[in-house]
């Protein structure tokens, strides 16, 4: 047998080096001794630079294949990071730019790692830092494209490097700036924290350009009208606003009806829910009782917390108490019921109480909350009718013990401002958080708020400031209502009123003077010799017309808004007077040549004496309109509708309670309705301010005009509508019913209607206001030579209404 060949020892990897020098030699002395001649140091060479450095660099990152990525596939992902987080809307381009874009950088990896929601997360911030707006888009100006390729040397191995982006395309820097805060006590925290870097930088505060103190406030104001008013709808998939981008039709399919009412009713869903009585607490408070607790319901459960039942939800739950949410409508067979999402059901008010008693009106085409208990009729076949599923009526009844209007939301809440009464106090609090939404075409809050309020400060002063400063400024913008052209008493009453102010300090006169229709008796154009033809139209205006050339100065100096009536064309020469479809369009140019002609006169005349700034104007708006001041600062809603009148016609009658010792005639006046010159209201009463307070009636008369005022204000502000009626009753277009909500709550809202009382009632920090007639024909028929003319006069800086009154 043959030995194993033994395999050969490896070579040695160390070999022997040079023997030391002398001079490094140890002594002889003991271990750890001294040296007998002291050690030089070593020479310390810079270390070579390796050849191969960039590409052993390459070679330890990690390398990263680029995909194909569908669109479709990083959808979830950009509604999750852009839209629920950062309040974006991405349209299909963008879309796809960035499924490109993550496929290309981030490789496979980019849903398991975590790579495609830090690249989407860093293109919204750099988006909204550059003030790119709501909805995320690859337009023309190729802002999206631009952000990516500014992302394409930040990519490493398929991540997001930080440290390499820049400081001026990104929000690091704004970061940054809120962690050093903590470092500098002397800097507050509030100040340092930016709302996604588009507010509240004091770096933003420092470049702004001073604004001009002589400056006019008019140049920040603006009218829109109905028809160009940005149309945002509820998403109940994201839980918050949307805008929608499609055209707006005159002839809609029916299926816009539908979903205009339906988001109507997510609107006032979502706003009730965020009511502290709707919410549950984590303990039971026992220092504060049920904001509700006038209602005799046995619905809160301990926390206090009420819940809504949806209607289908009754079905076998016969002889127990619910809360319902619903619309008021009269069903087929003429009863009244209750509707919602999931279905209907009969009312019985036999014995049911509105809340409040004395200031509460309902009407079909209202949400109301409704409390009672369900009975089933007894049939075998309870079900959802005849409907074939989810929305039909159910068998039975609901029998209501109380009725009430759904409790409005102050604007501060609804835009995240805070709860501040000051005007030049914003802190962000837990809200709807709608601040980033353009309401209105002018900028939101959290963008150009602040920055529009230190205008407003500049302009107009502080609201702490007394009207005896040494600096006054023009704050007063007054309403005419009911101005009939045809009447010789209303002219001579309009130019009562122009005297009034012509005579007075350039300070004292309004910015803006605001006349509403009817600007004839009868409907013009609808065919009938009482209501007159175009001609006949036009002849009025130009007798306006030469009225105004009589205040030339007052002319140039003040922007003249007119806001139609029913009786007004064009739509008036369908409709005959009778209710016309909401909004409506403004009054046509042909007929009002000569009011702007003689506007224009009087800012040639203004100019060549150099006494103006802001030339004067005439607007021709729709109805209704919105003024917007200081961009979304100020929100003054106009218009034009004989609502009580309405709403008298087709109330809900209840039959009367015996007194029971809970409630008085009396205790209307202790419902939360500020009246003009009443405190700030107790904020803890404030969130469910549609129901009345618990406490002591007061002894305080209430005039028949206030009375009214206070009826209409709580209907249209629980409402948030300005027409809360049906279509057969009040017709509206579809498309535009958005025009029509009052949510958020504006500043101001000015209703005229003819057939009620002036009055001026603040409501939940909006100021309502009525200005009636300005002369009523009744009174003067005695006296043909002399009479009362009547406006309201409003200053935008206190937010305080006045009604004046003069004599002609």
């Not at 409390?371 to 074939?388: F, K, M, W």
Request: with cysteine; charged share 20%.
């Amino acid at each position: 047998m043959e030995e194993p060949i033994p395999s050969p020892m490896p070579p040695h990897i160390f070999k022997a080096g040079p023997l030391p020098a002398s001079d490094l030699v140890f002594s002889s002395s003991p271990g750890f001794a001294t040296p007998a001649h002291p050690i030089k140091p070593r020479e310390t060479r810079p270390a070579p630079q390796p050849v191969f450095a960039p590409q052993l660099k390459i070679a330890n990152a990690q390398t990263v294949l680029p995909i194909s990525l569908p669109p479709q596939l990083l959808r979830p992902v950009a509604f999750r990071t852009l839209t629920k987080k950062h309040n974006l809307t991405i349209t299909s381009a963008a879309l796809s730019a960035l499924a490109a874009f993550v496929g290309r950088w981030c490789g496979a990896g980019w849903r398991q790692e975590g790579l495609a929601e830090r690249v989407l997360d860093e293109v919204s911030k750099q988006w909204k830092w550059d003030n790119g707006g709501l909805i995320l888009d690859d337009a023309q100006d190729k802002k999206l494209k631009n952000i990516l390729k500014s992302l394409e040397p930040c990519m490493s191995g398929g991540k997001l490097d930080i440290a390499r982006l820049s400081r001026t395309n990104s929000n690091v820097t704004s970061l940054l700036r809120s962690d050093s805060s903590l470092a500098r006590p002397e800097m507050p925290r509030d100040e340092s924290q930016t709302s996604f870097g588009m507010s509240g930088l004091d770096v933003e505060d420092q470049d702004m350009d001073e604004a001009d103190p002589s400056q006019d406030a008019r140049s920040y104001m603006k009218i829109i009208s109905a028809f160009t008013q940005p149309k945002l709808t509820y998403s109940t998939a994201k839980k918050t606003l949307e805008v929608v981008t499609n055209t707006s039709s005159l002839m809609p399919p029916i299926q816009h009806k539908i979903i205009s009412f339906r988001n109507r009713y997510h609107l006032v869903h979502q706003r009730l829910l965020r009511n502290e009585s709707f919410q549950k607490t984590t303990f039971a408070s026992t220092t504060r009782s049920s904001s509700l607790s006038r209602s005799a319901s046995n619905l809160a459960s301990v926390s206090g917390a009420y819940k809504i039942t949806p209607i289908s939800n009754l079905l076998g739950r016969s002889g127990t108490c619910h809360l319902l949410l619903g619309l008021l409508v009269h069903s087929a067979a003429g009863d009244l019921a209750l509707t919602d999402l999931t279905g209907s059901t009969v009312l019985d008010i036999s014995i049911a109480r509105p809340v409040p008693d004395a200031d509460a009106w309902f009407c079909p085409g209202m949400i109301v909350l409704v409390e009672g208990t369900y009975e089933d009729d007894g049939s075998n076949n309870s079900g959802l009718g005849s409907a074939g599923g989810v929305g039909g009526q159910i068998k039975g009844r609901f029998i209501a013990d109380t009725i009430a209007g759904p409790p409005a939301e102050r604007r501060e809440v609804t835009l995240g401002t805070g709860h501040s009464h000051k005007i030049d106090a914003v802190h962000t609090v837990a809200g709807a958080g709608y601040g980033w939404f353009d309401f209105l075409g002018t900028g939101s809050e959290r963008a150009t708020g602040q920055q529009m309020r230190r205008l407003q400060r500049q302009l107009l002063g502080h609201k702490t400031n007394d009207e005896l400063s040494d600096d006054p400024k023009r704050t007063k913008t007054i309403m005419i209502g009911e101005c009939n052209l045809d009447s010789p008493r209303t002219l001579e009453a309009i130019k009562a009123i122009f005297n009034t102010y012509n005579s007075t300090d350039l300070v004292d006169r309004p910015l803006t003077t605001i006349l509403f229709g009817n600007f004839v008796n009868a409907a013009s154009m609808a065919g009938s010799a009482k209501g007159g033809d175009s001609i006949h139209y036009k002849e009025v205006f130009d007798g306006l017309a030469s009225l105004f050339s009589e205040f030339p100065s007052l002319m140039s100096t003040t922007t003249l808004i007119f806001v139609p009536g029913d009786n007004d064309p064009w739509a008036s020469s369908f409709s005959a007077g009778a209710a016309a479809l909401l909004p409506q369009q403004g009054i046509p140019e042909l007929f009002t040549s000569r009011i702007r002609r003689a506007v224009n006169t009087a800012n040639n005349e203004a100019h060549l004496k150099k006494d103006i700034d802001t030339p004067g104007e005439a607007i021709f708006t729709s109805n209704p309109a919105r003024i917007s001041l200081f961009g979304p600062v100020e929100e003054i809603v106009l218009f034009r509708d004989d609502a009580t009148s309405r709403i008298r016609r087709n109330a809900v009658l209840f039959s009367k309670q015996e007194d029971d010792g809970m409630e008085t005639d009396n205790d209307i006046s202790r419902i939360q309705l500020d009246l003009d010159d009443a405190g700030i209201p107790d904020p803890d009463i404030e969130a469910v301010a549609s129901h009345i307070p618990i406490g002591q009636p007061t002894t305080q008369h209430i005039d028949k005009a206030t009375l009214i005022g206070r009826r209409l204000t709580k209907l249209l502000l629980d409402q948030s509508h300005l027409a809360p009626f049906p279509t057969s009753i009040r017709p509206t277009l579809w498309d535009y019913g958005h025009s029509l909500s009052l949510y958020p709550l504006p500043t101001a809202l000015v209703v005229c209607d003819a057939e009620a009382p002036a009055f001026t009632v603040t409501y939940e920090g909006c100021a309502v206001m009525n200005p009636g007639r300005v002369v009523d024909e009744d009174k003067g028929t005695a006296r043909r030579r002399g009479g009362e003319a009547r406006w309201v006069e409003y200053d935008v800086k206190r937010r305080k209404a006045e009604i004046r009154s003069c004599r002609f």
